[in-house]
């Protein structure tokens, strides 16, 4: 018999790699914490694939992401690998996207903090972010 495919459940949700089952006829209420986890795992997933690649390459070479070959084009991963590599854990917010540490990715970490800051405060989009990353690389160190 081939293995079971993986999933996680949230009550009486079970979450697959291709949709949600759900056992039963929930309560409005019970869906509430299921779709904020649906959500959270979108927008780590990134962080995820990024930090875990960096950390296998690290650690079994470089033919490590080839284990990933097929499932996300090389070049998504390599994108996810050098966003994750260069911005540490320390300076996301998890509030902002993916794409937004993307913006500022090139940025020297305390700059990063700093604009990824005030884009939280200000409520700035990925593609705002983007512009103020550039005129900040434009302008010489202070």
């Not at 959500?39 to 296998?56: E, M, Y």
Request: one cysteine or more; hydrophobic letters at 40%.
């Amino acid at each position: 018999m081939p293995p079971s495919p993986p999933k996680i459940s949230v009550g009486p949700f079970d979450f697959t790699s291709v949709g949600v089952r759900i056992t039963g006829r929930p309560e409005s209420a019970e869906w509430k914490g299921p779709l904020q986890f649906a959500l959270w795992c979108q927008r780590a997933g990134p962080w995820w694939i990024g930090d875990l690649l960096n950390a296998g390459e690290d650690r079994f070479g470089e033919a490590f992401s080839q284990m990933c070959e097929g499932a996300v084009s090389a070049e998504m991963l390599n994108r996810y690998a050098s966003v994750a590599r260069r911005i540490p854990i320390e300076n996301r917010i998890a509030s902002l996207s993916w794409s937004a540490h993307a913006a500022v990715a090139r940025l020297p970490h305390d700059l990063q903090r700093r604009l990824l800051r005030e884009a939280e405060q200000k409520g700035w989009t990925s593609e705002e972010l983007r512009l103020h990353a550039r005129e900040a690389m434009k302008r010489p160190p202070t």
